[in-house]
Every structure is written in structure tokens, then in C-alpha cells.
């Protein structure tokens, strides 16, 4: 149990686009999502906090017109990477958590690339 | 904010060798969880650990929440352990906040 699958693998997309990367929990309700950045070498940094159906909680620093998050039922939550530029490139994971268990547990993650 | 640091930041073993891995926080914490990122990515959990002793197989792990640290033992390591171990703590909000990160890289 406690899957939770991340789409797509990989993306690279042009400057000045949009790209939306879905994050999905295919055997539990997941009340809460987290979405992370984590830059080569480097740990992960948390972006934002969602709950279904309510707006997406940001961390200091993350604008929220650029980086839309939406977490419209218990399975799904999606991050939209707006007017995407270079410095965007980055491995983007998601993770899931539901009222019950008191462990996150995480996507594959997307690389990102933008050219 | 709270502070999570891991040492070493980088541990290069053969295979076969033991490795201690320790995570300091500075603040107390409801939660804690040690994790593995393999070469692709992928997080895996290995403990839900907020204070106690837990066991799986080669791998152990110890908290003292009252002293705050955590530690991952790995026992008899293999090539597959390699990649990087990271822990992560929640303190009094849904959020789990990542350490430093220790890369292991095993050799045949």
C-alpha cells in the first residue's frame, strides 16, 4: 500500500511555456500534498503545502502565480509550472499524506528541462 | 526554522562494511523518517522512527528525541545501497523538513 505515482518521468519544455505535473495516490485518500525542488547534489525544499479543496500553503520565497497548485480530489494534485524559464530546471517531487497514517510517502519525481 | 544536519556528507565503503549515519535536528519533533533516494530519483522510506529503536533486515535505526539525533545503521553493505540518505522531521505541522543528505557509494 501507499503508492503514490508521479507523472510525467521526465519533461523538457521550450521557454515561455507551461508545463502541469500531476501527482496521484492510487491506494490511499491523501488529504495533504507537499511538492518539492531539489537541485543537483542538493536536498529537497519544500514549495508548498495543499489540502483538498482549499488553496495551496507557500513557502517563503515560492511565487505562487508561477508555480499553481491544485488539489482538487483525495488522489490528485497537480503543480503548472507557468512561463517556464531555465532557471525552472529541476527535479520536482511530490509527496501524499492522508488523515490516518502519520508517514509521507513520495512520488518518482520529474526532471524538468527547460530550453 | 528548524535545523536538520547529517554526517558524514559523503561515505565511500566496500561491500561487506558497516556504516553509522547520523541526523541532528535542533528542535523537537513529532515525527521523524529516514529515507533512501536511489541513482533514479525515487525516495523509498525506511523508518517512521520519532523516538525508539526499529530494525528491518541490514538496516536499523535508533532516535533520542530528548538529545535530539537519529541514527541509521547499515550492516553487510551492498552495491544497491548506494545513493543518498536523507532524514526528515515534522515539528508541530504536516510538513516534513529534509537533513543534508549523506551520499553512499558501495564498491564491489
Known amino acids: 500500500g501507499a503508492v503514490v505515482s508521479q507523472h510525467p518521468s521526465w519533461v523538457i519544455c521550450k521557454s515561455g511555456t507551461s508545463v502541469k505535473i500531476e501527482c496521484r495516490s492510487l491506494?490511499?485518500?491523501?488529504?495533504?500534498m507537499f511538492w518539492y525542488r531539489q537541485f543537483p547534489k542538493q536536498s529537497l525544499m519544500l514549495m508548498a503545502t495543499?489540502?483538498?479543496?482549499?488553496?495551496?500553503?507557500?513557502e517563503q520565497g515560492v511565487e505562487k502565480d508561477k508555480f499553481l497548485i491544485n488539489h482538487a480530489s483525495l488522489t490528485l494534485s497537480t503543480l503548472t509550472v507557468t512561463s517556464a524559464h531555465p532557471e525552472d530546471s529541476s527535479f520536482y517531487i511530490c509527496?501524499?499524506?492522508?488523515?490516518?497514517?502519520?508517514?509521507?510517502?513520495f512520488g518518482q519525481g520529474t526532471r524538468l528541462t527547460v530550453v | 526554522g528548524i535545523q536538520v544536519e547529517q554526517s558524514p556528507p559523503d561515505l565511500i565503503l566496500q561491500e561487506g562494511a558497516n556504516s553509522t549515519l547520523r541526523c541532528n535536528f535542533s528542535?523537537?519533533?513529532?515525527?521523524l523518517q529516514w529515507f533512501h533516494q536511489n541513482p533514479w530519483g525515487q525516495l523509498i522510506n525506511l523508518f517512521y522512527?520519532?523516538?525508539g529503536t526499529k530494525q528491518n533486515g541490514r538496516l536499523s535505526a535508533t532516535t533520542v528525541a530528548t538529545e535530539r539525533y537519529s541514527l541509521l545503521y547499515i550492516s553487510s553493505s551492498q552495491t544497491t545501497d548506494s545513493g543518498v540518505y536523507f532524514c526528515?522531521?515534522?515539528?508541530?505541522?504536516?510538513?516534513?523538513?529534509f537533513g543534508t543528505g549523506t551520499r553512499l557509494q558501495v564498491f564491489p
Open positions: 522512527i520519532p523516538s
Open positions: 528542535d523537537s519533533v513529532n515525527n
Open positions: 491506494d490511499f485518500q491523501a488529504t495533504t
Open positions: 509527496s501524499a499524506k492522508s488523515a490516518g497514517r502519520t508517514e509521507a510517502f
Open positions: 495543499s489540502n483538498e479543496g482549499s488553496k495551496a500553503t507557500y
Open positions: 526528515a522531521v515534522e515539528r508541530g505541522t504536516d510538513k516534513l523538513i
